[in-house]
């Protein structure tokens, strides 16, 4: 009988098997590559797992299957897991784990005697692909399974995986490729982007999604004009209690700097946490991390306080409670981090919610919402990255080399560059050889070269040791090591956060208070401190835009407070009846089909709000096209202020926002250019072009230990594009730097979108006496901008309280 020896197994462990496990296991035996979907702590890796230990109990020597996993935390457990099942199934499969922390003696090793089963990194791979005789290596690799494709697939990480995957493909035509995702909304999408287009796949979705159960941490009052960021702490003394009621929490926060704060907040409110209380998030130095994972696994720690480095699904049995702190802005996120407790199959996920200001409780109404309507976000895929394209050519190319011939077949093969035309091809190929039409005169850039066989090659050793060096796609922003000054890593900061410290000064890191002692060789002295105040580090991007389905369903559930009895809204809703009515007294409370303007003077200037609820990033977009269509009609300047809901223009001249709406202010036509001339887009470009400069391999980041400064990076990359801009305007990476900043940085998709869905709404323009509570919390954001953290708060109660009179 098929999947016995699965079946007695599961049974050993008092495991039921779910129809989404044996449907998977068939379709491994049957030879079907395919995806499949399930949520995070169903069992899901023994989904793919024992599927591939049926087809091939007792292996023949050489490596049979990779497994691909997107963070370093989860290659362990995964190799512990995969491990443990094919010894206890009495299979012969070994299982090893290679990442950029392995030693090179182990990684020789391996290469001498490969494992049967690998568990590697997307960068691991590609530095695979970059050491000779690779092919040789690979040749017997059956199958690849990638976990959680759905964190790769819209990420430069994803494109680097196609491309390694093609390569893969080439070697053995009947390869298997399985992915694995928890939670993504455009699952076939998906699954064509790993197999490639047009490939034949099996798409398994576990039957019924497993719906977390979600309580809120209420407010004993909402505050009728909310601002961000100070609720969630006085809502301290209740999370304590939700901590106390769980055996071990994990307490997300949604950027580092957040993470910090909590963790000196509990510690300070409850001391007794001293020594079961840890922290996690991507700055703390990794040994530190890995110690805390450790301590998860023993059931050391009562409470975590972590970011997205705890996201994904390493496998923390003792947690049973998850606390969320702020709006993650998606419903996938919010469903990832559930997922983190009750881990294991038919176990349930418990999340508290604790809202930062009192208006997130519109967005968890509308995440019940989305689950009801079993709604998630998708996960765009990259097309034409070119520096990745031009990365991976040199990596070949490092190796043994490549016949750009054949080569164009295979890349073209993949979703990420089924689109690449000749003339890009061309470009690429002249790139790695000459560095383009204007850097062929500098040796550096002439990397790659032709042989007598026609096969292109590095040949330069110091030209190869600096790509393998460098391998990746993932761009840190610039950061100095933080280090005891006796010896001891902690971790690492940002250099602007630094620069604004002199000796002396004390600042919270890692959950310790510790004092600046000196800053020499990028690297950042310090020693314990006494103290207990501090500043908290910040790290820049740290904030999560809202995701566009979350914000369509935030206008719905809007819409609802007036169309809805209130005993048939959520308690969320419900609970912000004294907002609500504020905003309607004094403007208007806005519906799916309306667009609120409020324009009204303080001693501020003049105020123009707008209320798209499109997310951070478009607004952003947003205000500085209608402020540059503004300025048009008459000359006026403006300085800007955005939230997730809406964005500020404040001048001090009158605003003519009622002539502007008789010139259609909001019209699609000239979208492209007027959004260029208003933000400045060559220079948004420029700060673009570091990232896309360091992954093509145009700028050198320095040798291990000895990074390139953050000022010599930054001044590298800049020269480069400026020397781009007038000697090679047709660059692939110049293009490929504007297009991202209008499609990643300012979501150029979702202002188009917004503008499309104002034509079919009713623009509302009311003029209040003073700030609403939509309005509010905007202002606060602009102020916090320039007034010290010590005294914002003072001030913005100070104007809550001049409002409410």
């Known amino acids: 009988m098929r999947h016995q020896a699965a079946r007695n197994w599961f049974t050993s462990r008092n495991w039921e098997v779910f129809s989404f496990q044996q ?100 960068e691991s791979l590609q530095l695979m692909l970059a050491s000779k005789q690779y092919a040789h290596f ?150 530190l991390r890995s110690w805390v994972e450790d301590a998860l696994h023993s059931g050391i720690l009562k409470v975590v306080v972590c970011t997205s480095s705890l996201d994904l699904g390493v496998d923390f049995r003792p947690v049973d409670n998850i606390i969320q702190i702020g709006s993650p802005k998606g419903v996938a996120r919010f469903l990832q981090r559930a997922g983190r407790s009750g881990h294991r199959p038919g176990q349930i996920s418990r999340i508290w919610f604790v809202p930062t200001h009192a208006l997130e409780l519109i967005e968890l109404s509308a995440i019940r919402e989305a689950l009801n309507l079993e709604q998630v976000e998708p996960r765009e895929p990259i097309t034409l990255a070119m520096d990745v394209l031009v990365q991976y050519l040199v990596t070949l190319a490092v190796s043994d080399g490549f016949k750009p011939d054949a080569l164009i077949h295979e890349i073209r093969s993949t979703h990420a560059f089924s689109g690449l035309s000749e003339a890009q091809w061309n470009w690429a190929l002249q790139f790695i050889s000459t560095g ?28 190869a040791l600096r790509h393998r060096l460098h391998i990746g796609t993932i761009v840190s922003d610039p950061m100095l090591t933080v280090k005891y000054q006796a010896g001891g890593r902690i971790g690492t900061v940002e250099e602007w956060f630094v620069a604004k410290l002199k000796p002396g000064d004390v600042f919270w890191f890692g959950g310790k208070v510790l004092e600046l002692v000196q800053v020499r060789d990028l690297q950042v002295q310090v020693k314990r401190s006494n103290k207990k105040q501090g500043q908290v580090p910040q790290w820049m991007g740290g904030r999560m835009p809202l995701s566009s389905q979350l914000s369509d369903l935030i206008r719905a559930e ?37 667009l609120l303007i409020e324009a009204f003077e303080t001693r501020d200037g003049h105020h123009l709000f707008v209320y798209p609820f499109e ?63 208003s933000l400045n887009a060559s220079e948004l470009a420029r700060r673009r072009f570091r990232e896309i400069a360091a992954i093509s391999g145009l700028v050198f980041q320095g040798f291990p230990g000895k990074p390139v400064g953050t000022k010599g990076l930054q001044s590298s990359s800049r020269l480069l594009f400026d020397v781009l801009e007038e000697y090679d305007a047709q660059n692939e990476l110049r293009h490929q730097a504007f297009r991202e900043v209008f499609v990643n940085q300012l979501e150029i998709g979702r202002i188009r979108a917004a503008l499309e869905r104002i034509q079919h709404q009713s623009i509302e323009l009311r003029r209040p006496n003073g700030f609403t509570p939509l309005a509010f919390p905007i202002m606060a954001d602009r102020l916090r901008e320039r007034i010290s953290t010590e005294s914002i708060e003072d001030r913005i109660r100070k104007l809550v309280a001049q409002q409410t009179r």
């Open 615 to 677: 997310g951070r990033l478009a607004h952003e977009g947003l205000a500085a096209l209608i402020g540059y269509r503004i300025g048009k009609m008459s000359p006026i300047s403006f300085s800007y202020a955005m939230n997730d809901y809406g964005f500020e223009l404040l001048s001090d001249q009158p605003i003519p926002i009622e002539e502007a709406l008789e010139l259609d202010l909001f019209r699609l036509q000239g979208l492209d250019a007027d959004l260029e001339q």
């Open 436 to 463: 383009g039409q204007a850097l062929q005169a500098y040796p550096d850039f002439c990397k790659v070269v032709p042989d007598e066989q026609g096969n292109w090659v590095v040949k330069d050793k110091r030209t």
């Open 23 to 122: 449907a998977c296991w068939e379709a491994i035996l049957d030879g079907q590559s395919g995806m499949l979907n399930a949520p995070t702590g169903s069992g899901k890796t023994y989904a793919v797992w024992l599927g591939m230990l049926e087809r091939n109990p007792n292996p023949p020597k050489g490596l049979r299957v990779l497994w691909i996993t997107p963070l370093r935390a989860l290659s362990r457990d995964i190799t512990e897991a995969l491990q443990q099942a094919a010894t206890q199934l009495n299979t012969t499969w070994t299982v090893a784990l290679r990442t950029g922390d392995t030693d090179t003696k182990t990684r020789a090793a391996l290469q001498r005697k490969p494992p049967t089963a690998l568990v590697t990194t997307p």
């Open 138 to 287: 690979f040749s017997t690799l059956d199958a690849v399974v990638v976990d959680e494709w759905h964190e790769l697939m819209s990420t430069k990480r994803g494109v680097q995986m196609e491309l390694a995957l093609s390569r893969l493909r080439s070697l053995n035509p009947q390869l298997l490729t399985w992915g694995i995702s928890a939670t993504i909304g455009n699952l076939t999408q998906a699954m064509d982007v790993l197999l490639g287009p047009g490939k034949p796949g099996r798409l398994i979705r576990a039957g019924t999604q497993r719906f977390p159960e979600i309580r809120t941490v209420f407010p004993d009052e909402v505050e009728r004009l909310p601002w961000a960021g100070h609720l969630g702490i006085h809502l301290l003394p209740k999370v304590l209690e939700v901590i106390a009621q769980h055996k071990s929490t994990l307490l997300f926060t949604n950027t580092r700097s957040q993470a910090e704060i909590w963790y000196r907040e509990l510690l300070e409110a409850e001391p007794s946490l001293a020594g079961c209380m840890a922290m996690h998030h991507g700055s703390i130095d990794r040994e």
């Open 558 to 594: 809007m819409g609802k407070v007036s169309t809805t009895p209130a005993g048939l809204l959520s308690a969320e809703l419900q609970s912000l009846e004294p907002v609500f009515e504020l905003q309607s007294a004094r403007s208007l409370l806005p519906g799916p089909s309306t």
